[in-house]
């Protein structure tokens, strides 16, 4: 019996730390592009600026969380704040949404607020791009890079992937 536990126990630590690499993903430019053309619908006009505000604030890392000056932390793949969209341990803010929430591998929700936020602030709101991203020569050629124009979204008969 003493054996079957030695052996359970580092299995089990070692499932524990799979499901933990599985929670978050760190993207690659033309994936996340990919993804957020044919799962979430994204205007193809603005698709640069998003990607390049992504690899400017979170280097495409869904699980990246950044401390900020005012107590506060920006999350996930979009650097959502914790001060105004969202709150640290339960559902609040102006997305209604857990921080926590931000930083693991399910971008839908990040992206509904993020949206909100672009809508309300523009790109401008992201520091990230502000510096980076504001002039448009700075921007990614996704056409070029990424085949742009062979991307749509993907329908299901319920509508799009991830809006079902």
């Known amino acids: 019996m003493k054996a079957l536990w030695l052996w359970l126990i580092p ?12 929670e978050s993903k760190k993207y690659q430019r033309c994936e996340l ?13 603005f698709l640069s600026n998003w990607i390049c ?8 890392n ?10 506060s932390k920006n999350y996930g793949l979009f650097q959502i704040n914790s001060k105004n969209y969202c709150s640290e341990g339960r559902k609040g803010g102006q997305c209604n ?9 399910d971008i839908g929700d990040d992206i509904v607020c993020a949206k909100m936020i672009q ?15 504001r002039n448009p020569q700075n921007l990614p050629n996704l056409r070029v ?11 299901t008969p319920r509508g799009f992937l991830g809006h079902g």
């Open 119 to 133: 809508e309300r602030e523009g790109f401008k709101y992201w520091k990230g791009w502000d510096r980076f991203c």
């Open 53 to 60: 505000l992504v690899e400017h604030e979170s280097e495409l």
């Open 11 to 22: 299995v089990s630590v070692l499932f524990l730390l799979g499901l933990e690499q599985v």
């Open 33 to 45: 592009t990919r993804v957020l053309v044919e799962n979430y619908n994204f205007d193809k006009t």
């Open 97 to 105: 949404k857990k921080c926590e929430d931000f930083s693991n591998d």
């Open 145 to 155: 890079a990424c085949n742009l124009r062979s991307l749509s979204p993907l329908r």
């Open 62 to 71: 869904t699980s990246k969380i950044t401390p900020k000056e005012n107590n």
